[in-house]
């Protein structure tokens, strides 16, 4: 069974920064694909940023050259790199990764949020 434990989230002044980090468990082979969401309250989630089977990495526009996604596949963490944060950028944080298991199967799933405040 594979489990994804986020952490990193918390309050921070408008022009700050923050990396969050998503540890997955179990018996992975590497990250087939990444993908971190966010979710504002009263606003559906959105996609933010994402490293799909093509390796090539790709952001939502408002985020674009602040916002860096990375994978280490022998730590099994998933980041986040987020600069110069906007207060319209308070939302939960979602990461969501496909992995590769040692018995040739995949696993895809979600990790459990966390909440990312910024001040204005």
């Keep these: 069974q594979v489990q994804l434990v986020q952490s990193g989230g918390g309050l921070v002044q408008a022009g700050g920064s923050l990396r969050l980090s998503c540890v997955a ?3 992975i082979v590497k990250f087939n694909s990444i993908e971190w969401h ?3 309250p009263g606003k559906v989630r ?3 940023a994402e490293v799909p089977y093509s ?3 790709n952001y939502v526009d408002s985020v674009k050259d602040r916002f860096t996604i990375s994978g280490d596949n022998a730590k ?4 986040l790199q987020m600069n110069r944060l906007k207060p319209e950028e308070t ?3 979602y990461c969501n990764t496909e992995v590769a298991l040692l018995d040739g199967s995949t696993w895809y799933g979600w990790g ?3 909440q990312v405040t910024v001040s204005s």
């Design 25 to 27: 468990s179990g018996s």
């Design 91 to 93: 939302a939960v944080y």
């Design 112 to 114: 459990q949020g966390t």
């Design 55 to 57: 390796g090539i990495a």
């Design 76 to 79: 099994k963490t998933i980041y």
């Design 46 to 48: 959105e996609l933010v």
């Design 38 to 40: 966010r979710q504002a």
